[in-house]
């Protein structure tokens, strides 16, 4: 009985092969004869089936920095699956970046990092304190490759290298994704390393040094590592969402070169500045949810939230709603997004350091950035889908405005002689993206 | 490609949106709603442009072998009866095709088999043809009796061929090769039942609604595909009822009378359309033993008893 069981198994087998190996024969025959027909006219251009993103964006800090962005980004999804993706960025910044230093009710001078004499400069009583010779560009090219290993595991693999004149970043990264579930959960696992070479102007400061005393040291480096564990999960045909744990370390000289922090004696004057002096190591460990659901046919919207804390003291707060609403048959969509941020400062944050007062830790900055704040977000975009161009199927034109404000929220008490000076002036800046997808 | 209606294929298209995700281009061949399924980012032009490639596939391989059409190459090799033709490259290979189906199902598969219609009417009533009228046919059948040297054919008198057991889901797969080298994003071919998709849609995967004939209504159940094929043989609406014998439009081309206990229909799920047809077809013929001989082939599959 199990040997006649065996033998018809084996022969119905051997017959699925049979079949399959003559539906192969009959498809692959008509295969060739197509390539042979599509071979005759010559219709592929080498970058055919790439797809084109390009963008050229407008960033404007009202009275400090502006900058101009142009972003191109090639892909390409092969049919079985492999995806290469490659970007270049070019950043033009010029303007005027605050130094750190506090507006005072006297004029201050300040040396340029350069060196030069002609570039030192001067802020007016009761102004913020910025550099005004601020200009730097930037270019930065990147490239992924994932590529499918079974039908449920993909793995990607990408690169990163960004370059400015004081400033060199390498970056490389590696993630693994397994779908399972009927491909309704998908959980990836990636790993990056990145290393940087800082060579500011006129050397690197020591950190916590006088300011005067010009004590700067050569070329610097720093290096991080950071893992990232995440799930993706179909709810619903209507409702994804998306779940991410990272954590990340940099190691190495992690101040900003040309930041400085006022000391200011009892009566609020400033009696000198001392470079910033920030720990060498930093831990980041963030969380990530967002949700995106569609309502009804036209209508999807996404919720994102994100929580991040250091052990530097810094915990911040991300919520972000956006809505994507087509029309006129998909040929165009509006996208009107809303983000809120809100920060607490480095447990080494202080705006000034009073000379009389010895100082409470070992590490000092007053880089605004580290600072305790909450900003928000408005954006708009609109996109309309026009005919492809040159046998492509489709383009896509958008135009996209945001406009940005911050606002400080300093506990530190405030010399009286300082009182009525605005002295964390917030920040407001507008970005102006046009972009063509083809 | 079995369509009474379709001597003039209705050559038209249209694009709607399908759910919230998808875009349908749809139009009609082979007597069938057929329709191909593209993300809905897809542009309505380009869509149009890549539905009409499929399209012009499977209205090419209807025109080709359609036994309706007089134009047909099916329609030529039945005018030359009796004489020595040469039949083109895909004619050959589908010929060559059926003949190993024929081998391989130890004859039950024959494209030869449809003179058989001239005493069957599977209408529904009780007419039985007499047993006599079914015997005279059979010199007719046999795929054996075909002198066939690719690409040389003689196809005795009174022979005839027919491709619509496979022509269908053939012209999927040509309409599927056509399509995969201009489009990389996620698409399904449906052609009135026979469908294949390149890959998952975004998230998730394709709904497919498979029609289950039912002799009292017909309910349609739906099945999750991601990629590959899916071919569904069987149609229950067809069938004879004599003295509480329900005898099904199967027919074995070696007694020319119906295969008892065949199942309803049977879909199976393979990497080629043609293949997925060809298992649901051989299960059919099976008769009593359908589900066991998918099984034996372990395959997925859907059988409506």
């Not at chain 1, 010779?133 to 290993?149: E, F, M, S």
């Not at chain 1, 992690?254 to 400085?260: E, H, R, S, V």
């Not at chain 1, 492509?392 to 300093?410: A, D, L, M």
């Not at chain 2, 990629?227 to 027919?251: E, N, P, Q, W």
Request: negative net charge; hydrophobic residues 40%.
């Amino acid at each position: 009985m199990q040997l006649e069981l065996e033998t018809r198994l084996a022969k119905a087998a051997h017959m699925r092969r049979q079949l399959m190996a003559a539906s192969c024969a009959l498809l692959g025959a008509a295969a060739a004869r197509g390539q042979e027909a599509r071979m005759a006219p010559a219709d592929s251009g080498l970058l055919e089936d790439w797809s084109v993103d390009s963008a050229l964006a407008y960033y404007h800090e009202d009275g400090r920095i502006q900058a101009i962005e142009p972003v191109v980004n090639i892909a390409k999804l092969f049919a079985d699956g492999q995806a290469l993706n490659f970007n270049v960025t070019f950043d033009s910044l010029t303007g005027s970046s605050p130094n750190g230093a506090l507006t005072s009710r006297s004029a201050q001078t300040f040396a340029s990092p350069s060196g030069k004499s002609a570039h030192a400069y001067t802020t007016a009583p009761g102004q913020l304190p910025v550099d005004p010779n601020y200009q730097d560009d930037r270019i930065a090219v990147g490239g992924t490759w994932a590529l499918p290993v079974t039908r449920v595991d993909q793995l990607s693999v990408g690169a990163k290298l960004s370059d400015e004149h004081d400033f060199f970043s390498v970056t490389v990264d590696a993630s693994i994704a397994h779908d399972f579930n009927e491909k309704n959960t998908t959980l990836s696992f990636g790993i990056s390393e990145e290393f940087d070479s800082l060579q500011p102007i006129g050397g690197a400061p020591v950190p916590g040094s006088d300011y005067a005393l010009f004590e700067k040291t050569g070329h610097k480096t720093k290096n991080g590592v950071g893992a990232l564990l995440g799930v993706t999960q179909v709810i619903t045909r209507n409702w994804l969402f998306e779940f991410n744990l990272s954590v990340d370390r940099f190691k190495g000289y992690l101040n900003d070169p040309y930041k400085i922090t006022s000391i200011i004696d009892s009566a609020g004057n400033t009696t000198g500045y001392e470079f910033e002096s920030r720990p060498d190591q930093r831990t980041r460990k963030s969380a990530y949810w967002e949700n995106r659901v569609a309502l009804g046919g036209q209508i999807s919207t996404g919720l994102s939230l994100r929580y991040m804390r250091d052990d530097w003291g810094v915990r911040s707060d991300t919520a972000q709603l956006h809505l994507h609403w087509s029309f006129s048959n998909r040929d165009r969509y509006v996208e009107p997004t809303f983000r809120w941020y809100r920060q607490t400062a480095a447990s080494f944050y202080t705006p000034f350091i009073l000379s009389t007062e010895a100082p409470t830790t070992a590490y000092e900055a007053s880089d605004s950035r580290l600072g305790a704040f909450h900003a928000l977000t408005y954006g708009l975009k609109y996109a309309q889908k026009l005919p492809g161009l040159g046998g492509r199927e489709e383009s896509e034109f958008s135009v996209r405005v945001e406009y940005y404000q911050q606002t400080f929220n300093v506990r530190t008490a405030t010399p009286a002689a300082l009182q009525g000076l605005d002295l964390y002036p917030g920040l407001k800046a507008v970005l102006v993206q046009v972009g063509w997808r083809f | 490609m079995a369509g009474e209606a379709s001597n003039a294929p209705d050559e038209a298209l249209s694009v709607e949106p399908r759910g919230e995700n998808l875009l349908a281009i749809c139009f009609t061949a082979m007597a069938s709603p057929c329709e191909v399924l593209l993300p809905s980012t897809t542009a309505p032009t380009a869509a149009l442009e890549l539905g009409a490639l499929v399209a012009q596939e499977a209205w090419r391989v209807e025109k080709k072998f359609s036994r309706y059409r007089c134009d047909s190459v099916t329609a030529w090799i039945h005018e030359n009866r009796g004489t020595v033709i040469e039949v083109d490259r895909e004619t050959a290979s589908l010929i060559d095709f059926a003949g190993r189906c024929f081998e391989l199902s130890s004859g039950l598969f024959d494209i030869t088999s449809g003179v058989l219609r001239y005493a069957w009417k599977f209408d529904g009533s009780d007419r039985i043809p007499e047993p006599a009228a079914v015997e005279r046919l059979l010199p007719r059948v046999g795929f054996k009796k075909l002198r066939w040297q690719s690409p040389r054919l003689l196809l005795p008198d009174g022979m005839e061929l027919d491709f619509g057991g496979i022509g269908k889901e053939y012209a999927v797969d040509r309409a599927y090769d056509s399509l995969a080298v201009r489009c990389s994003a996620p698409f399904l071919i449906n052609f009135g039942g026979d469908l294949r998709a390149n890959r998952p849609p975004l998230h998730g995967s394709w709904q497919v609604g498979i029609e289950r004939p039912d002799t009292d209504r017909r309910a349609t159940m739906i099945l999750d595909l991601k990629y590959g094929a899916l071919a569904t043989s069987g149609d229950a609406r067809r069938f004879l009822l004599k003295d509480g014998v329900r005898y099904g439009h199967i027919l074995d081309p070696r007694t020319g009378w119906p295969i008892p206990h065949s199942p309803r229909s049977v879909t199976v799920a393979a990497s080629s359309c043609t293949e997925a047809g060809l298992l649901s077809t051989l299960a059919l013929l099976q008769g009593v033993r359908a589900r066991e001989f998918l099984e034996e082939h372990g395959v997925r599959y859907w059988l409506l008893q």
